[in-house]
């Protein structure tokens, strides 16, 4: 059952034995996980609760519905563009579907570095094998690329940089390509058509529009938790209020919005690291133009992935190269419209190529930690695109440069302010090393946050346990990416699912 702000005009309370806070892929897993198990979930969603019946395919309506910021949100400096999930499913409803198992090394990092326990590969496998099956992830036929990965996988093949077949989250694709404004034809397997229902089938119930506020504790234990109703149709809250009684709280409201839920109720005074060590893979993105029709909006947007650099190499402790994913890139025409350099007749100009305009786009493993705070009631994100970071955005960008002007493009936009372009090779390394990438200068995304509740044994540096309770509480678990204690250098759905299952384990032990 789910109930939205139309039916919540009063306060009401309402009792659990497991209070999840979010919908996403970390809140839907553990909450389908723990309702088959007989328990009695309620699940909080900030967002609006859509189907497949209201994502009309246009770019405006949808972005104000399916993203946190209505796409306008973005970090302190105005550097980073921060695109996350603001409804019920949360950000898989707007992803593109890219399902990665953890690559073995970064889990092995994660033991070793970071001394994690009970994440291992061996630990993880058997959820892998299961989110594979139930989201019938699998590689595209050929007949699902669109010519801008293929020419991302020929352009790698002739470059000698190694790539695959993404793993692709869908059933019954439709080709549209609308995949970030919501699947019109529930074909994308987000967590709206996969464990919601399967949560909801289960005996869950979703409150949508409601944002969690306020916890009420004694001691270790935190007793409810009060959400403010959202008005939708004003994006601002209506007035009444939800209060959930329960055994164990499970914050998975992803990575921006779980530190800031914590950092509201005060958890940063007893774990300073709590907002800390946040990363968000920061995306550059290249552009050019071909003499044909590569028409990037159409088909699914990921097909093929160059893994030649996702681990960065390093000589003497200093940096040479990679730390990224490199991939086609899809957008829309309203947004490339909005990502594309110029104004004016230049900019008309792009936009009357549309057709034959390509790109491509990287997910920057984040070597650079950020952080969230508050300012006021506000969350504020900062996003460091200096110092390492830099240096890996600026060697991404050279690379997208390369693989483009190797398979054909006539003219490469880095779609800077100062409207860089170059249509040579010899031309790339001027270009990039010149690029200001100071705040609003370049176009950079943040789809993938996390890091802000990260895992760990010592209070000081990290806020939950291996069990992924929040240190000094009986009952608080957080099943979401704050908890990686960095990136997993894939796309991280699968990664999320994965350590959610791991959560459930421990909060079915508290309920
Ligand atoms: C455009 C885009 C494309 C992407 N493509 C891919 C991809 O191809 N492959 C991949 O693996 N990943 C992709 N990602 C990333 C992936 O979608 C996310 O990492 C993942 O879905 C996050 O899951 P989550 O559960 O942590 O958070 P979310 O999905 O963000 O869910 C958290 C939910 O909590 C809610 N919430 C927040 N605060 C509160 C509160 N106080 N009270 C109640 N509810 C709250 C939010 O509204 C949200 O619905 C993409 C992301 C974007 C934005």
Known sequence: MIVDWTALSSDRDETADVCVVGSGCGGATIAHVLAEAGKKVIIL???????????????????????????????????????????????????????????????????????????????????????????????????????????????????GWTGHGVPQARKGCQKSGYCMQGCAYDAKQSQLVTYIPRALAAGARLFADTEAWRFERAGAKIVSLTARVIDRARNKPKGPVVRVRAKAFVLAAGGYGTPTVLLRNGFQRELPAVGQYTICNPCPMVHAVFDREIVQFRNIPAAFAVEHFRLARMEGGKYVEGGYLLMANQLQPA?????????????????????????????????????????????????????????????????????????????????????????????????????????????????????????????????????????????????????????????????????????????AKVV
């Open 335 to 507: 947004t490339l419209a909005a990502v594309l350099p110029g104004v004016g007749a230049s900019h008309r100009a792009l936009m009357r190529d549309l057709r034959r305009l390509g790109g491509t786009i990287s997910w920057i493993d984040d070597a650079d930690y950020g952080s969230i705070s508050l300012d006021g009631d506000r969350p504020r994100f900062r996003v460091p695109i200096d110092g390492q970071n830099g240096l890996r955005i600026r060697d991404a960008m050279k690379k997208q440069a390369r693989l483009l002007l190797t398979v054909g493009a006539k003219e490469v936009l880095f779609g800077d302010l100062r409207d860089t372009r170059i249509t040579r090779l010899d031309q790339i390394d001027g270009a990039v090393g010149s690029l200001d990438l100071g705040p609003g200068r370049v176009v950079l995304a943040a789809p993938h946050p996390a890091g802000g509740a990260r895992m760990g044994s010592d209070r000081k540096t990290s806020v939950v346990g291996f069990d992924h309770r929040v240190h000094g509480t009986d009952n608080l678990f957080v099943a979401d990416p704050s908890v990686f204690p960095n990136g997993p250098s894939v796309d991280p759905s699968v990664t999320i699912m994965a350590f959610s299952y791991v959560a459930a384990e421990h909060v």
């Open 45 to 159: 969603e900030r967002g609006g609760a859509y189907a497949a019946a209201d994502f009309d395919q246009r770019e405006e309506d949808m972005l104000a519905k399916v993203d946190g910021g209505r796409g306008l949100d973005a970090s302190h400096d105005l550097s980073v563009q921060l695109t996350y999930g603001n409804n019920v499913g949360g950000a898989s409803v707007h992803y593109w579907a890219d399902s990665y198992r953890t690559p073995i090394d970064r889990l092995e990092l994660w033991q070793e570095k970071f001394g994690i326990q009970g994440h291992d590969h061996d630990a993880l496998e058997p959820h892998f094998a299961r989110i594979e099956k139930d989201l019938n992830v699998h590689v595209a036929a050929p007949e699902y690329w669109n010519p801008m990965n293929r020419l991302v996988q020929q352009g790698a093949k002739a470059l």
